[in-house]
């Protein structure tokens, strides 16, 4: 049975909507009142109107963690094109989690060169995507967020999962795209290939896994709100996955809306995948820029600091 919510304000069954491109809430679905006749809102249009703030109102909104606040509308009309039907009714059809390309353009998701990845990485790059200053960075962010004991999945995984071997990790899984790369990688105790960009289901039971990494690699990821809900599905509750990414990427296969974006708005599109999922809570952030870099780095002379840090975490909601 869907789930139902009444206004406090008027007692009024309110619809649910589901949540715009451009806001920055949580969630899929949120309910509002779209009764007309609300105190609430009848009272908040005119409050607004004598302070001459005209064609601009209130209506009671309720999250999906039950809070109630207002949500501003800008005529009586405003945001019921959103309404969606949660079950079978000849007026709409029955609501569905939106995919990637229901929230941003296919442009946005396309990248310069789309041979398919599974051929483009059959000849695997050895590069190393992070100088070792910033390496050792994530390393010490995984030691403090990863608990000891923990079931590990690293999602596009390569020749270093940054995961001390001191930690106490029961198991790291690695998902990569290429075979040598994973075979590299000395830290994994299980390889499996796959392309997530072809298919984003992840091969494995749901509540899997205690935490999931995804390093220095969402720039490449073409379906992300799809692997973002796959990751909480294998996520045990109460687990944690870690997104994290610097400015260097390899840019015949970054995804445009990535390139478009500039450094220090990414944190806001990683955390818009977040929510758009639908499927976690974040909880912080982290960043490190400015470090030096090692005297023996190639760059080191050009005074070029260590490669920065972004990262963010969240839990699934379940």
């Known amino acids: 049975m869907a789930e139902t919510h009444i206004c406090p304000?008027?007692?009024?069954s309110m619809d649910p909507i589901a949540t715009p491109l451009e806001s920055s809430w949580g969630g899929e679905i949120h309910?509002?009142?779209?009764?007309?006749?609300?105190?609430?809102?009848?009272?908040?249009?005119?409050?607004?109107?004598?302070?001459?703030?005209?064609?601009?109102?209130?209506?009671?909104?309720?999250?999906p963690r039950g809070a109630c606040g207002p949500i501003a509308v800008w005529s009586p009309?405003?945001?019921?094109?959103?309404?969606?039907?949660?079950?079978?009714a000849t007026e709409c059809e029955?609501?569905?989690?939106?995919?990637?390309?229901?929230?941003?353009?296919?442009?946005d998701f396309a990248r310069d060169d789309e041979t398919p990845d599974s051929v483009f990485y059959q000849t695997p790059r050895f590069v190393e995507p992070l100088d070792r200053v910033a390496a050792s960075t994530v390393e010490d962010?995984?030691?403090?967020?990863?608990?000891?004991?923990?079931?590990?999945?690293?999602l596009m995984a390569g020749a270093d999962s940054h995961l001390k071997a001191n930690i106490g990790l029961e198991s790291i899984t690695g998902l990569?795209?290429?075979?040598?790369?994973?075979?590299?990688?000395?830290?994994?105790?299980?390889?499996?290939?796959?392309?997530?960009?072809?298919?984003?289901?992840?091969?494995?039971g749901d509540n899997e896994f205690d935490?999931?990494?995804?390093?220095?690699?969402?720039?490449?990821?073409?379906?992300?709100?799809?692997?973002?809900?796959?990751?909480?599905?294998?996520?045990?509750p109460g687990g944690r996955f870690v997104v994290v990414f610097s400015n260097r990427m390899f840019?015949?296969?970054?995804?445009?809306?990535?390139?478009?974006?500039?450094?220090?708005?990414?944190v806001d599109l990683v955390k818009k995948y977040f929510e758009l999922s639908g499927a976690f809570s974040v909880e912080d952030s982290f960043e490190s820029r400015g470090k030096p870099r090692p005297e023996d780095d190639k760059y080191y002379s050009l005074g070029i600091p260590s490669d920065p840090i972004y990262a963010l975490w969240a839990k699934p909601n379940k």
């Open 9 to 12: 304000h008027c007692g009024a």
């Open 31 to 63: 309910y509002v009142c779209f009764n007309d006749q609300c105190t609430y809102y009848v009272s908040s249009w005119n409050t607004l109107e004598g302070q001459g703030i005209e064609r601009t109102g209130y209506r009671c909104r309720v999250d």
């Open 77 to 88: 009309t405003a945001l019921k094109d959103l309404v969606v039907c949660l079950e079978t």
């Open 94 to 107: 029955p609501f569905v989690p939106k995919g990637t390309l229901d929230y941003f353009s296919a442009e």
């Open 141 to 154: 962010l995984f030691e403090r967020l990863i608990p000891r004991g923990a079931r590990v999945l690293d």
């Open 176 to 204: 990569g795209i290429s075979a040598a790369r994973l075979g590299a990688n000395g830290a994994l105790s299980d390889r499996l290939v796959h392309d997530l960009n072809a298919d984003p289901h992840l091969p494995f």
């Open 211 to 236: 935490a999931v990494v995804h390093t220095v690699s969402i720039e490449s990821l073409t379906r992300p709100i799809e692997v973002f809900r796959e990751v909480s599905r294998v996520l045990k």
């Open 251 to 266: 840019p015949p296969k970054a995804v445009h809306i990535w390139k478009r974006t500039d450094e220090a708005r990414r």
